[in-house]
């Protein structure tokens, strides 16, 4: 079965401060989508961060950025100077095969970040 | 911004009625999925459709129904609610580019409560 494994169910970080949330997958695809997803407290689930398989470069928007390491197939978010909005559940997502040439999206359990004052 | 939405975001219901929670997306996208989510908790796919009339269960059994007659609609319809049935749930599109799924863009969600 493809899985997607968050090990850390909660984190904390200090404001201003760096955190890595990390994330593992399976799969025996080579050419692939990897994200992580944001979901505040009451709110909208929104992307983070996208990062193309087949693409050395690790993805970065602006104070998010990726240490993807496809040989592990590990995905971690790193997130720099954290604000107090970042406080939220993060998910891992991976479209895994489901057969007949179809795809589905597939969520690690979510690591949940409180980001202290 | 995603043009996915979700009405109504809440509803507190009685316990044997018929409920349906919409979902609508302007994008265009083949692919829809109907998630059930309790609160700080994991996402569970309970339907996906990969297009028009095709629809199939997720991994989590659920006693809800779907139907994807237009692209950009996909229904989720309880015939009788169930306390048990209380929770988020949440709906998602997506698009592909060939047989790779590039990003999911999520509606805000319906808080569903049964009494």
């Known amino acids: 079965a493809q899985t997607v494994t968050q090990s850390q169910p909660e984190m904390s970080v200090q404001e201003a401060e760096t955190v890595t949330l990390s994330c593992t997958y399976d799969t025996s695809e080579s050419d692939y989508y990897l994200f992580w997803y944001k979901q505040p407290p009451s709110r909208q689930m929104i992307l983070v961060i996208r990062?193309?398989?087949?693409?050395?470069q690790n993805a970065t928007e602006n104070r998010f950025s990726v240490n993807f390491q496809k040989a592990a197939k590990s995905f971690s978010l790193k997130i720099s100077d954290s604000q107090l909005g970042d406080a939220a559940m993060y998910f891992c997502?991976?479209?895994?095969?489901?057969?007949?040439?179809?795809?589905?999206?597939?969520f690690g359990k979510g690591t949940k970040l409180s980001v202290i004052p | 911004e995603a043009d996915i939405y979700q009405t109504p975001r809440y509803l507190v219901i009685g316990t044997g009625k018929k409920i349906t929670l919409e979902c609508s997306q302007t994008?265009?996208?083949?692919?829809m999925y109907w998630y059930q989510q309790d609160p700080g908790m994991e996402l569970h796919l309970i339907h996906y459709s990969y297009g028009v009339n095709s629809t199939e269960k997720g991994d989590l059994s659920s006693e809800s129904t779907v139907s994807r007659i237009r692209t950009e609609h996909f229904p989720l319809t309880l015939e009788s609610a169930r306390p048990s049935h209380t929770s988020q749930y949440l709906c998602?599109?997506?698009?592909?580019?060939?047989?790779?799924?590039?990003?999911?863009?999520f509606g805000q969600g319906t808080r569903l409560t049964v009494v």
């Open positions: 998602a599109s997506s698009e592909s580019v060939g047989a790779v799924d590039t990003e999911a863009f």
């Open positions: 997502a991976y479209p895994s095969y489901s057969g007949a040439g179809s795809y589905q999206l597939t």
């Open positions: 994008m265009g996208h083949d692919k």
């Open positions: 990062q193309e398989a087949y693409k050395q």
